[in-house]
């Protein structure tokens, strides 16, 4: 896949190792027309490369909006289609009114690298944004913050399925789906 992307003040350039984690697994699990929710989204490299895959909608949120800026000039760069993606800024974890704007149960995949601190508390709130059976792929979880991320996210009904490192690495790519009876 070939991606041009330019981070300008935002995080993501696609060369960190826990973003090739990230894409590794967003090409293992991503289904043609499968809509992603990339949270921390920053310059947008893990939402073009979901695309790029052949999900049928990305969205993505950021805090900051000097993020959402960059993101959308890499879609152009990218030459994207702009109807299959929407960033929107705001904290996911406390902003309930950007949890009603990004949409419940819609999500086959949720992509978030970002620290071990931001996935804990935001635990809560992805199960309500997967579909039933749907994936968490998390990386950028230091290992010894990693058993901590673990039962927060077992806590709010996920189940562990597997996890990445690269050689060397104290970080890695975990992998959670969230298995919900009907």
Do not use: W
């Amino acid at each position: 896949i070939l991606i041009e992307i330019d981070p300008g003040v935002s995080f993501g350039t696609g060369k960190h190792e826990t973003t090739q984690l990230c894409i590794r697994q967003l090409r293992k699990y991503m289904k043609d027309s499968a809509k992603v929710l990339d949270v921390g989204c920053g310059s947008g490299i893990l939402s073009i490369v979901a695309l790029k895959l052949g999900a049928g909608e990305v969205v993505g949120t950021d805090i900051d909006k000097d993020c959402i800026m960059s993101a959308n000039e890499n879609l152009k760069v990218n030459h994207l289609e702009h109807a299959k993606t929407e960033f929107y800024v705001g904290n996911l974890i406390d902003d309930t009114q950007l949890q009603q704007t990004v949409g419940n149960d819609c999500y086959d995949i949720v992509v978030a690298n970002i620290l071990a601190d931001v996935i804990i508390p935001m635990a809560p709130v992805i199960p309500a944004r997967l579909k039933k059976d749907g994936i968490f792929i998390t990386s950028g979880i230091i290992d010894f913050k990693e058993q901590e991320v673990k039962e927060a996210l077992e806590k709010a009904g996920f189940t562990f399925q597997q996890r990445f490192t690269l050689r060397g690495m104290e970080h890695g790519v975990s992998i959670y789906q969230l298995l919900l009876d009907a």
